[in-house]
């Protein structure tokens, strides 16, 4: 998850945040991180980009942007049904 | 149409490494690239706005010298829908154009997307001001001082804004220059009559 954060953090240009900044459980969007539309497409890229994931259902989007963990969980559950 | 007074109240002129505040010289950076020289002044004339970072170079040129334009000259005065904005440039958007191109051939960046025509500026510093007025970005060869002052004077006459942010922003790979001025009805600040020779005196 560290990396993760890493990842959305030069992804997005958040230069003023740290990754010890974002909690694991910590929404990203609205009241947590504060991201917006574009971030959220931004985010899609880096699925592509980083992890190889693509996102089948976009509905599932706000479930699997929730925070952190939830990236993380879809990251890996995408991952192991490639392996 | 009733000529109303109106006067130029602050100017702002970024170039070579300057800033240039009604003016006078009130920053100089020499030896920096544009990327740390807009950085620079977001730390030394902002508060915290982390969209910042997220804009293109264009947007962050705009966006800066407008902090140093309003800087001791508050907008809250005015409605939202009383202050407008006119910029002008000779290059567009086409440095961000370009960059997002080259972004095409693997996958398109929605980020640099956004900054793909010239009035996202406006639309930025409008945000930051909480501005909802009449507002243009015109495409020209040059800075056309009479064109802008002209199209300036008719907004204020025709009551359609009481002040207007104002002036030529362009910025083109390492190349920039950023001319802006506030102008408005009331008098105050450095007060200057509105008319393209004092502006021309400015920049």
């Known amino acids: 998850m560290e990396d993760l954060k890493e990842q959305i953090i030069r992804q997005l240009n958040l230069q003023e ?12 969007f609205k009241e947590g991180l504060g991201l917006d539309s574009i971030d959220a497409l931004e985010l899609i890229v880096l699925l592509q ?13 706000p479930n699997i942007f929730y925070s952190i963990r939830t990236m993380a969980e879809y990251i890996t559950a995408q991952q192991n049904k490639t392996a | 149409m009733n000529n ?7 100017s702002c002129v970024i170039r ?6 009604n003016g006078q010289s009130i920053l100089e950076a020499p030896g920096t690239v544009l990327p740390e020289f807009l950085r620079s002044l977001y730390d030394r004339f902002s508060g915290q706005y982390p969209k910042f970072h997220k804009m293109d170079l264009l947007s962050k040129l705009g ?27 000779t290059s567009s958007s086409l440095d961000t154009d370009e960059r997002y191109y080259e972004t095409v051939s693997e996958i398109a960046s929605p980020a640099l997307f ?6 996202i500026v406006i639309g930025e510093i409008s945000i930051r001001h909480r501005l909802k007025g009449e507002n243009a970005f015109f495409i020209a060869e040059g800075f056309d ?18 002040a207007c942010i104002c002036g030529w922003l362009e910025q083109y790979h390492d190349q920039y220059e950023a001319a802006l001025y506030l102008v408005e009805k009331q008098e105050r600040g450095m007060a200057k009559p509105l008319s393209a020779a004092e502006i021309q005196k400015l920049y």
């Open chain 1, 17 to 28: 945040v740290k990754p010890e900044d974002i909690g694991n459980d910590q929404p990203l």
């Open chain 1, 49 to 61: 980009q980083y992890h190889n994931v693509r996102i089948a259902n976009p509905e599932d989007g």
């Open chain 2, 4 to 10: 109303v007074n109106a006067y130029i109240t602050s």
């Open chain 2, 16 to 21: 070579n490494n300057t800033v240039i505040k």
């Open chain 2, 63 to 89: 966006w800066a010298a407008v902090e140093i334009l309003l800087q001791n000259m508050p907008l809250e005065g005015y409605a939202p829908e009383d202050t407008g904005v006119v910029l002008a440039n």
């Open chain 2, 114 to 119: 956004v900054y793909t025509l010239p009035n």
């Open chain 2, 145 to 162: 001082i009479p064109f802008i002052t002209g199209y300036v004077q008719q907004l204020l006459d025709t009551g359609a804004v009481q």
